[in-house]
C-alpha cells in the first residue's frame, strides 16, 4: 500500500502543480548557443510521435567516444598513466626490467626514451600490465588506482575529470528514451569497472580495444585468464565494426572528438532518417586544454575540415560549456 | 493532461480492487513441479531487498542459450537449414558447385555425403553464403528467409518453433528487473533481425558466433562487409568468454540445454551468492523430440551426470511444461 500512496501523492502533486511543466533545464551546464539548440531540436524532433522523425525507443542508440569525449586525454590518456603506474609498482617483481627498453627508461622517469619506444613500446607495457591476471583480478586493479591516482593538473581522482555538461546529455538522453552507449578506443574492462558509477552507463553497454582471454577451471574454480595478445582495436574504422559486434543497430546519434571518431560518426550519419554527429573541439586552455590538428592525442584535423560538407556540429568547449567539470 | 488522468484512473483502480495482488501466472505453462518452484523461489529470493540474496537490479543478468533451449534445434540446427536453402538458391550463379562437394551433394540432395563432408564442409557453405555482402544486406536475407521457410515437422514458421514457456520465464525475469540476454552458439547475424519482435531481446543483448567485417566506403556510403573469416566462435568454453567481451559482468541465471552450456553455467554458478543454473532436456518425443546423451544436435550427456552434484536443475519438458509452443 506505500507504493500506492506514493503514487498517489505525486499524481496529486502533478495535477496541483501549474509549474510541472517548466522543468529545471535538464542541459544547464550547456550555454544556450546553436549547439546546444541542434541538440534539443534533435532530440525534440526523434521522439515526437506525431513528426516525421520520430524514432521508436529501441532504436533510439546514442554512442559516446570516451577519451576526450567524456573525460580529460591530456596530457596523456589516463589507461597510459595506469600503465606506467603499474610497470613501477611491479618492477620490483622484474629486476630484468632495469635493463630493458622501455621499461628502463620508464623507471629512470625518462619519459623521452618511453615516448620514442612508440606504440611497439606501449603495447609491450600495456601488455605486461593488462594480462596474466584473471578477469576479476584485473577489475580490482583497476578499482584501485581508480581510488588513489589524481591528474596531473587538476588534482582530482580522474573519475572527477569527467565532464559536466556531458553527464547531463548522457542523462537527457536517457530520459528520453535513449541507450546511452561508450564506443572508445580505451580498454573495455579498463572502463567497465567504473562507467556505471560516474556516467550511468553499465558494462554491457560499454564497447572497446579488448585483448584475448580464456576459460580455465583452477583448482576446480571456473575463471576467466587474460592472454598477452590483442583481440580487438575498436579505433578508426574499427568503431563502425565494435558498434555491429556489439550493439548490432546503427546509433541515431554519435559524439566524438577526434579524427579517430570519423568512421563511427559517419556510419552512425549514413543511416535512413534524422541522425546527429558531434565532434567536441578542445577549445579551452583556461578550463581545460586546447588541441586540434597538431595534437598528439585526440588529433582533430581532418574532421574540422568536413565538419560543413558532413553536417557534423563541432562543440565548441569554450564557447558551448558553461562549466566543464562537476563541482 | 492526458496522461496524468490516465495515471489517476489507474491508481484509482488500484486502490480499488482488492485483487489487484493476486495475478496471473506468469508461468502458467509450466506445471506446477519442484523446477517450477525452484525457479520462483529464486526470483523472490534475489529481488527481495529484505532478504540475505538480494541482487541489484542492474547485477539481475540472465543468459539463455537459443538453439534447443528457445527454439527447436531438431532434425538440424535452423541456420543449418538456412545455409543449405541459400546455397540452393545461389546455385545458378556458380555453375562450379557441379562439380564441386560439397555443394554438388546438396544440390543432388545427396544428404549423407553432404553430412560426410563434417564441419570442414558445413563451414565451407556457411562462409559462401554468411559473406561478400553487406551487413544489412545480409540482415534482409535473413529476414527473408524467416518470412518463408516453415519447420519440416511442425510446417510452421521457425520464429513460432519458440517454447512458450521460455517466452513466460522471459518476460517474468523481466517483469523482476532482469535483463535477459542470448548467448548461443549460433551466428550472432543470424539472430540480431528477429529476437526482438519474438523474444523480446534487442539486437545488443544478442551474443554469439561471428565473422569478421569490415568498414569501407562504397561510392561515398559507408557499408560494412563481411569476409568469409572466422571472428569468434561463441560455444563451450567460448561462451564464458563472449558473455565477458559483450556483457562485462557475470550472470546469475543461466539457461542451456547441451553440454555445450557447462562451461556458461559453470562460470554463471561459481559467482558469489545466489545463483541458477538450468539446463532443458528434450524428453517429449510427442510434443517435440526426445534427445540427450547419443544425439548428434544439442548432446547433452556430461551435464547430465554432473548436475547433482554442480547442483544444475534438469529441466524435464515432458513433466516440466503444460504446453511447448505459441497457440
Given at each position: 500500500m506505500l507504493r500506492v500512496r506514493i503514487i498517489y501523492l505525486l499524481v496529486a502533486a502533478i495535477i496541483i502543480s501549474p509549474s510541472f511543466a517548466i522543468a529545471a533545464d535538464p542541459l544547464s551546464s550547456w550555454n544556450d548557443t546553436s549547439t546546444k539548440a541542434a541538440i534539443v531540436r534533435f532530440v525534440e524532433a526523434v521522439t515526437n510521435p506525431k513528426g516525421k522523425d520520430f524514432v521508436a525507443p529501441a532504436k533510439r542508440i546514442a554512442v559516446f567516444d570516451n577519451d576526450g569525449t567524456l573525460w580529460v586525454e591530456q596530457p596523456i590518456y589516463t589507461q597510459l598513466t595506469f600503465i606506467f603506474d603499474r610497470v613501477k609498482e611491479l618492477a620490483p617483481q622484474h629486476p630484468e626490467w632495469k635493463t630493458t627498453q622501455p621499461f628502463k627508461a620508464l623507471l629512470a622517469g625518462d619519459m623521452k626514451t618511453v615516448g620514442a619506444s612508440g606504440e611497439k613500446g606501449i603495447i609491450e607495457m600495456g601488455m605486461t600490465t593488462h594480462s596474466g591476471m584473471t578477469a576479476t583480478e584485473f577489475e580490482e586493479m583497476v578499482r584501485d588506482w581508480l581510488a588513489s591516482a589524481k591528474h596531473p593538473r587538476f588534482d582530482r581522482p580522474y573519475t572527477e575529470c569527467v565532464y559536466q555538461p556531458q553527464l547531463e546529455l548522457l542523462a537527457y538522453l536517457r530520459a528520453n528514451g535513449f541507450k546511452t552507449f561508450i564506443v572508445s578506443g580505451g580498454g573495455i574492462e579498463f572502463m567497465r569497472p567504473w562507467t556505471e558509477d560516474v556516467y550511468g552507463i553499465p558494462p554491457e553497454q560499454v564497447v572497446g580495444s579488448s585483448i584475448v582471454a580464456e576459460f580455465e577451471i583452477r583448482e576446480g574454480h571456473p575463471v576467466l585468464v587474460r592472454l598477452p595478445k590483442i583481440n580487438f582495436v575498436n579505433d578508426k574504422a574499427g568503431k563502425p565494426i565494435g558498434i555491429y559486434q556489439h550493439i548490432g543497430r546503427r546509433p541515431i546519434l554519435a559524439f566524438g572528438n577526434a579524427d579517430a571518431d570519423m568512421q563511427m560518426i559517419q556510419y552512425t550519419k549514413a543511416g535512413d532518417?534524422?541522425?546527429?554527429?558531434?565532434?567536441?573541439?578542445?577549445?579551452?586552455?583556461?578550463?581545460?586544454y586546447a588541441y586540434d590538428r597538431e595534437s598528439h592525442v585526440g588529433k582533430l584535423n581532418k574532421a574540422l575540415d568536413s565538419a560543413d560538407i558532413e553536417d557534423w556540429i563541432i562543440v565548441d568547449m569554450k564557447?558551448?560549456?558553461k562549466s566543464v567539470f562537476p563541482e
Open positions: 532518417g534524422l541522425r546527429l554527429g558531434l565532434f567536441l573541439h578542445h577549445t579551452d586552455a583556461e578550463r581545460e564557447r558551448d560549456w
